[in-house]
């Protein structure tokens, strides 16, 4: 069964960057398409970027040109980078591997931007 570990969430001022991973278990990791969502309090869980397994990147509107999203297949890592953050950016970040009828989450790390 695989596993995803974030890491790599805290406390920032607003303007300041983070660099989100997510470290998944298991063999096969290059297939596929691996995201980020986020869920800050009271509101829903939304998407923040995707990586497909060809590399290619989606963006919500509110993170596009701020956070850049990659994957290391050899280390079966994903990442986010976070730039400019904003206090609205606070939120619970989650890692997830795309798998139809078969999500897998992983536990979340907590981002915090103080303005």
């Known amino acids: 069964q695989v596993q995803l570990v974030e890491s790599g969430g805290g406390l920032v001022q607003a303007g300041g960057s983070l660099r989100l991973s997510c470290a998944a278990s298991g063999r096969i990791f290059s297939i596929y398409v691996m995201g980020w969502y986020r869920q800050a309090p009271g509101k829903q869980r939304e998407l923040v970027a995707t990586i497909a397994n060809t590399g290619i990147p989606t963006y919500a509107d509110a993170v596009k040109g701020r956070f850049t999203i990659s994957r290391d297949n050899a280390k079966n890592t994903i990442y986010l980078q976070m730039n400019s953050l904003k206090p609205e950016d606070t939120a619970v970040y989650y890692c997830?591997?795309?798998?139809?009828?078969?999500?897998?989450w992983g536990q979340g790390t907590q981002v915090t931007v103080s303005s």
């Open positions: 997830i591997r795309v798998q139809e009828g078969s999500n897998t």
